[in-house]
């Protein structure tokens, strides 16, 4: 795309109102750059949600009469009309704010568990569909919008890997020279989306890879030799592939700080910050603050580089509170910090759902096992973990999981009095049930589980991370039923 046609004005609408943005946006970055940081409310209680790049919930919306459309993976376009989802009667006058203002006790577990949930008649119908309106789903897709099956693909390969970033890209092209028949599966529209945008140089991929870009591995099969990508093009059919051999070299993402106020508008990790920064060209905020766990002044300084005013850069463990209603307005660190964005770079940990999915085995409870010799991990993925800090005194109010609106203060509850099965706090609490599938919300469950009862968190056994773990759309799937022979 040249750099005229790369600037050159669209127009959608956003509730009603005409938003001016640059063709080759996300509709997340076109928000952003008119000032627009609350995209979505959260599930129970409504809180304001935004652009993260921790958690999908915030970026979900109305396009187009469909439901549930991710803002950072769909391109502005002339004409779009993006709805927020979650609110009633109106985007602009959403009286659902007001179950902020409820006892945080009474909306522990979600409104469906509670006592006074009517169990059959008139009224539990009723109940029903005002829970479809607190989860945000009460309006379906329009119904011209239902298509017929989408066709798919199914491909044998040598190798798949999973992940184009310097690592990914050094493997595929290792490979390719080998004379093997490779595939490189990435959720960026183009490769290395991280590292151009950190200023880091990448070789060149080879033309005998085959690049599925704007593709989410969604699911793992048959340890390994089943593996199924939708695109985020829903009107496209999704791929299955057959590798002899599967790398997963996905990297690892920034968790967001375990402190209060971490779900606020402006708190966004270090992967969309630059995104923003450097290939949307778009103002993260009139002053900035950057943390983590080391990477904080390498990501500052190219911030800084790209225009960025960073008023503060230490480390994630100093980080006591983001403060805000609507949006940040500052952070505590010791003393205030007035700032509008919070940029965190760690801790880092890799995404599990795919090499679980991979491994995991069990009957009532699955459980992860060791990789088959089939699939490895390589780059970033394979440095491990960074252990997640939890405060002694973490206020109740910390959002553990943004998605559903679970609290530490929630988890307190089942665990002091007793509950210590991840599994089941996640079924008590709906914890990383929502389109997070589990991460990074469970990572923040089990450390703050480990340290309300003092032990390790890796002596606790994780939820089960099902496919798929990410959305494909009904047409999507139904493309796939002659492609994909039953398992016997």
Avoid at 34 to 39: K, R
Avoid at 292 to 308: K, P
Avoid at 387 to 413: F, Q
Wanted: charged share 20%; proline share 7%.
């Amino acid at each position: 795309m040249s750099q005229d046609s790369q600037h050159k004005p669209v127009t959608f609408l956003w509730n009603g109102t005409r938003i001016t943005a640059r063709q080759g946006d996300s509709v997340a970055a076109a928000l952003w750059r008119a000032c627009v940081t609350t995209l979505a409310r959260s599930r129970k209680v409504h809180r304001p949600l935004g652009y993260s790049g921790a958690y999908p919930t915030g970026v979900l919306a109305r396009v187009n009469g469909r439901p549930n459309v991710r803002l950072d993976q769909i391109a502005v376009d002339d004409g779009l009309v993006v709805e927020m989802q979650n609110t009633w009667p109106s985007p602009g006058f959403d009286l659902l704010k007001l179950a902020q203002l409820l006892p945080p006790k009474l909306v522990y577990g979600g409104f469906e568990h509670g006592a006074l949930m009517p169990q059959s008649g008139l009224g539990y119908r009723i109940a029903e569909r005002a829970m479809a309106n607190l989860a945000g789903v009460a309006r379906p897709a329009d119904v011209a919008l239902q298509p017929a099956a989408i066709p798919g693909e199914r491909i044998a390969v040598d190798c798949l890997v999973v992940g184009a970033g310097p690592a990914g890209i050094a493997e595929a092209n290792r490979r390719a020279g080998l004379g093997e028949t490779v595939a490189l599966v990435t959720r960026g529209e183009r490769v290395a989306r991280f590292a151009q945008a950190a200023g880091v140089s990448v070789e060149p991929l080879r033309p005998e890879v085959r690049l599925f870009s704007g593709m989410e591995l969604f699911g793992v099969y048959r340890e390994g030799a089943l593996m199924v990508a939708a695109p985020h093009d829903n009107r496209l059919g999704a791929v299955v592939f057959d590798p002899r051999h599967a790398v997963l070299a996905t990297g690892r993402r920034s968790i967001l700080p375990m402190v209060r106020g971490n779900q606020l508008p402006g708190v966004l990790d270090a992967h969309s910050a630059l995104q923003l920064a450097a290939v949307h060209q778009v103002k993260l905020g009139q002053r900035v603050a950057v943390v983590g766990t080391g990477a904080e002044t390498e990501i500052a300084a190219r911030l800084t580089s790209l225009g960025v005013e960073v008023v503060h850069r230490g480390p994630v463990d100093q980080l006591v509170e983001i403060k805000g209603r609507r949006r940040v307005s500052g952070i505590r660190v010791g003393k205030d910090i007035a700032c509008d964005t919070v940029v965190h770079a760690g801790p880092w940990r890799m995404e599990p759902s795919l090499g679980f999915q991979a491994s995991g085995e069990g009957l009532y409870q699955v459980q992860a096992h060791p990789l088959p010799g089939t699939m490895s991990i390589i780059g970033a993925a394979a440095l491990g973990d960074e252990p997640i800090r939890v405060a002694k005194h973490i206020h109740p109010g910390t959002l553990i999981c943004p998605c559903m609106d679970v609290t530490a203060g929630e988890l307190y509850c089942h665990i002091d009095a007793g509950e210590t099965d991840p599994e089941v706090l996640k079924r008590l609490t709906s914890c990383g049930m929502g389109t997070c599938q589990g991460f990074p919300c469970w990572e923040h469950m089990l450390a703050l589980l480990a340290a309300r009862i003092g032990v390790a968190p890796d002596m606790f056994a994780r939820p089960t991370h099902r496919p798929p773990r990410r959305a494909i759309t009904v047409a999507q799937a139904a493309g796939l039923a002659a492609l994909v022979e039953p398992d016997r």
